[in-house]
């Protein structure tokens, strides 16, 4: 007896299956999902950056990046040839003053003549104290010699003098001028001034220099 094999259909499968147009759509979704995801984290990473710059300029600016004027300082003062008589008058003497230059910037100051006055009386009495041009390093200090020569006839002369004179105590006033410049870069660069005014006092019987 012959067998017979019998070939029985496949029942159809249950469920939906997607058209291709809504799996279009779901790709493109999620491409969408995804590329905002990425715009957010490029946008945050940008304003995190833009803010660490801020806030480095502005450190930068308030320390490194802040100019200031460079500082004088009169170390020591001498006063030479000035005789201890009433007849000031007819000689002149001299003063020799020690500066001490504090330059504060991150960069060198460069500096042209300097200009050196000695007052007595509210009246120039000696000026010049030149200096040729230099520099003082990035937060260096530099020391100064200036000699001023002082007209005796203009001290004399003062209606304070025989007064002052009597009392042991001649006061002068010195005032200097140090025009410069600092240069941090091509595009920060400003001129600057550095000043000293100090009184002094010159005792006759002792001859030292008081700094006020």
């Known amino acids: 007896m012959a067998r017979s094999d019998q070939v029985k259909p496949l029942a159809p499968l249950s469920g939906h299956y997607p058209r291709s147009d809504e799996v279009d759509e779901a790709i493109s979704a999620e491409f969408d999902l995804h590329r905002r995801s990425c715009c957010l984290r490029c946008c945050g990473c940008v304003t995190a950056l833009l803010l660490i710059l801020a806030v480095t300029t ?89 000699t001023v020569e002082v007209e005796g006839g203009k001290v004399a002369g003062a209606e304070r003098f025989v007064g002052d004179w009597r009392n042991g105590n001649l006061s002068f006033h010195t005032e200097m001028r140090v025009p410069g410049r600092v240069k941090l870069t091509d595009a920060i660069k400003k001129k600057l001034v550095a000043r000293l005014d100090s009184d002094l006092t010159y005792v006759v019987d002792t001859q030292q220099v008081i700094k006020n």
Do not use: C, W
């Open 58 to 146: 502005l450190v930068l600016f308030f320390t490194v990046l802040r100019i200031k004027d460079p500082v004088l300082t009169a170390e020591h003062v001498t006063f030479h040839q000035l005789l201890r008589s009433t007849s000031l008058g007819a000689s002149n003497f001299t003063v020799e003053i020690t500066v001490s230059m504090r330059n504060p910037n991150a960069a060198a100051f460069r500096y042209e003549n300097m200009t050196t006055r000695l007052y007595y009386g509210g009246e120039i009495v000696g000026e010049g104290g030149v200096v040729p041009p230099g520099k003082t390093g990035p937060r260096g200090r530099k020391q100064l010699n200036v």
